[in-house]
């Protein structure tokens, strides 16, 4: 029989965790959840779950999530965040699964992941179409997430196979942590990763970005919901640009100093 490691990342957490958390036990032959300084009740929840989180600085979610896979004892891991909950299928697949004799190492499985923004079912959220196909139960032998600042994905691997059932990635609950992430997350593009500084490139990209998320992908039949999924493809194709363009000049004006 195999066993698995679930591999968990967690931040100010708390809204979702016992949910995400509580399939996991009876599935997990061990639980890794690894924290990057939650002030909320995330580790409280753990440790009454009998969970000890691990902690270690966020730099980028692949690199976060390579740590975890460090962290496992087993070969084969199973890894999630901590907004996304399996359901009764997965749970069942994952039993089988564990049951094999010797599952081929080569092999991954990708699982069908619905995402919802405040709440809502969506068509997209930039830059992915729902529902997307992640890789998340492999061998950690041979794969591992790549370095990509945003949208991290695992390589190494030769095949894939979907899972049965799916994960619900209930993600931007609010429009602050949408905001949040919008900042985050373009800021950290623009650290990791070479962004032509222009911002005539930007109103570029913010255009095409509001008719292939908004516009062609059907965004706007989702009301509301459409509108704050557009506006963020919009918001992020522009400010990753303005925000490379920003710090170049401040980087001029300092060495001129």
Same mark, same amino acid.
């Given at each position: 029989? %195999?066993? $698995? =490691?679930?591999?968990?990342?967690?931040?100010?957490?708390?809204?979702?965790?016992?949910?995400?958390?509580?399939?996991?036990?009876?599935?997990?032959? %061990?639980? $890794?959840?690894?924290?990057?300084?939650?002030?909320?009740?995330?580790?409280?929840?753990?440790?009454?779950?009998?969970?000890?989180?691990?902690?270690?600085?966020?730099?980028?979610?692949?690199?976060?999530?390579? !740590?975890?896979?460090?962290?496992?004892?087993?070969?084969?891991?199973?890894?999630?965040?901590?907004?996304?909950?399996?359901?009764?299928?997965?749970?069942?697949?994952?039993?089988?699964?564990?049951?094999?004799?010797?599952?081929?190492?080569?092999?991954? *499985?990708? $699982?069908?992941?619905?995402?919802? +923004?405040?709440?809502?079912?969506?068509?997209?959220?930039?830059?992915? =179409?729902?529902?997307? *196909?992640?890789?998340?139960? !492999?061998?950690?032998?041979?794969?591992?997430?790549?370095?990509?600042?945003?949208?991290?994905?695992?390589?190494?691997?030769?095949?894939?196979?979907?899972?049965?059932?799916?994960?619900?990635?209930?993600?931007?609950? =609010?429009?602050?942590?949408?905001?949040?992430?919008?900042?985050?997350?373009?800021?950290? +593009?623009?650290?990791?990763?070479? $962004?032509?500084?222009?911002?005539?490139?930007?109103? +570029?990209?913010?255009?095409?970005?509001? !008719?292939?998320?908004?516009?062609?992908?059907?965004?706007? @039949?989702?009301?509301?919901?459409?509108?704050?999924?557009?506006?963020?493809?919009?918001?992020?194709?522009?400010?990753?640009?303005?925000?490379?363009?920003?710090?170049?000049?401040?980087?001029? @004006?300092?060495?001129?100093?």
């Amino acid at each position: 029989m %195999e066993k $698995i =490691s679930v591999c968990i990342l967690t931040f100010n957490s708390s809204r979702l965790l016992r949910e995400v958390l509580s399939p996991l036990i009876g599935i997990a032959d %061990e639980l $890794i959840v690894v924290d990057s300084g939650s002030t909320d009740k995330t580790l409280p929840i753990c440790q009454s779950l009998g969970i000890k989180p691990i902690y270690h600085r966020f730099e980028t979610h692949g690199r976060q999530m390579n !740590f975890a896979i460090s962290q496992s004892h087993n070969d084969w891991v199973l890894c999630l965040d901590s907004d996304e909950i399996i359901d009764s299928d997965t749970m069942d697949f994952i039993a089988k699964f564990k049951a094999q004799e010797s599952p081929t190492p080569q092999n991954a *499985y990708r $699982i069908k992941r619905n995402w919802f +923004v405040l709440g809502h079912s969506v068509r997209t959220i930039y830059p992915v =179409s729902s529902p997307d *196909y992640p890789v998340r139960l !492999f061998n950690r032998t041979l794969v591992s997430f790549n370095d990509a600042p945003v949208d991290d994905a695992a390589e190494g691997y030769t095949r894939t196979s979907i899972m049965p059932g799916s994960v619900n990635h209930d993600t931007f609950y =609010s429009l602050h942590e949408i905001f949040n992430k919008l900042n985050g997350y373009t800021t950290r +593009v623009v650290k990791y990763k070479y $962004i032509k500084p222009s911002i005539f490139r930007g109103a +570029v990209s913010a255009i095409g970005a509001f !008719f292939k998320w908004y516009v062609l992908s059907g965004a706007w @039949k989702d009301g509301k919901i459409g509108i704050v999924t557009g506006f963020y493809a919009v918001a992020y194709s522009f400010l990753k640009y303005f925000k490379s363009w920003y710090a170049k000049d401040e980087n001029v @004006k300092n060495k001129q100093k």
